[in-house]
């Protein structure tokens, strides 16, 4: 990879907010806080565990104004920014990199589905050319489960020729791991990232990047540990600590994921607002919510609401 550091355990951070559907920034600035220090290199904002397709461009422009202005810090962000129309992906990343932001991830135009590759094509490289900016590194979005629209290794290769010092990543959420090996294999300049928790492992191993996920924002400690121990040459210990990893992803993701993740947090907070999601998600049933935190009990999963209270503050 070109840059190093375009590595590790990124939580691709869920956004809290109010009952009348506001983002509240000091929750979500605490939340940030206590990802990073407790293993996190890095936050994923806005994307699509961030429910960033419910806010407008001018809402996340400003609550991510707001979030910097709290003092994280911007070198350790991938902005999401893939939008349907082509001015609203420009006005967000030109916002980002006014802040600091320099690393971008971005879905395809969803909208249409079964476009052709040149489509795919022009639309990346439209962006990238109308930015105009040295300053830009852009990570691909692969997530066809949700968007429909798959990013082909087709398209990644022309992009890549044309814009090697753009062009930094890809981000697969397709959940298959066999792809995001062959992605791995097919574009060593490229740092890979896997969506799925439970891939962490293998996808290093492979020679990947690590993993942008959303159990980071519950597990981030353990992938961290797995991470580390991978980087030190501690196969083993990694190994071991996997199966703890898949199944806490596991016991979130036999429910809508979102919600599932922020009922967790309001238990632990003891902050029923958390809960909350914007239309057209709805929020976890008591009872599905009961079930999760026994499963994650059973799993031996620690969810202490005084030690996430101290690191928050």
Not at 256 to 263: H, N, Q
């Amino acid at each position: 990879m070109d840059d190093p550091r375009l590595r590790g355990i990124f939580a691709a951070i869920v956004t809290p907010v109010d009952p009348d559907g506001e983002i509240n920034l000091e929750r979500w600035t605490r939340h940030a806080r206590w990802l990073l220090r407790h293993g996190c290199h890095g936050l994923g904002v806005f994307g699509t565990t961030g429910e960033t397709q419910a806010f407008s461009v001018a809402e996340r422009q400003a609550a991510l104004e707001g979030l910097l202005a709290e003092g994280l810090p911007a070198e350790r962000v991938i902005l999401g920014v893939g939008c349907c129309a082509r001015a609203d992906t420009l006005a967000l990343i030109r916002h980002g990199l006014s802040l600091g932001i320099r690393r971008m991830l971005a879905l395809p135009p969803f909208f249409y589905k079964n476009v052709p590759e040149e489509g795919l094509f022009r639309a990346f490289s439209e962006v990238i050319e109308r930015v105009g900016d040295d300053r830009l590194e852009l990570l691909l979005y692969h997530f066809p489960q949700v968007t429909g629209v798959p990013v082909p290794k087709t398209v990644i290769a022309r992009l890549l020729a044309r814009y090697p010092r753009t062009l930094k990543g890809i981000k697969d959420s397709s959940g298959d791991l066999a792809h995001t090996l062959d992605l791995i294999r097919s574009f060593p300049e490229l740092a890979v990232f896997a969506g799925a928790d439970q891939h962490l492992l293998s996808v290093l191993e492979a020679g990947g990047a690590g993993t942008i996920s959303a159990a980071a924002n519950l597990n981030c400690a353990a992938s961290r540990t797995v991470f580390d121990a991978f980087e030190h040459g501690d196969r083993s210990r990694a190994e071991s600590l996997m199966p703890k990893v898949a199944a806490v992803r596991a016991a979130l993701q036999k429910r809508p994921l979102i919600p599932a993740i922020k009922y967790v947090i309001a238990q632990a907070r003891n902050d029923p607002i958390w809960r909350t999601v914007r239309p057209p998600l709805v929020e976890l049933e008591d009872a599905e919510g009961r079930a999760l935190m026994a499963e994650l009990d059973a799993l031996g999963f620690v969810y202490d609401p005084d030690l996430y209270a101290v690191a928050a503050a």
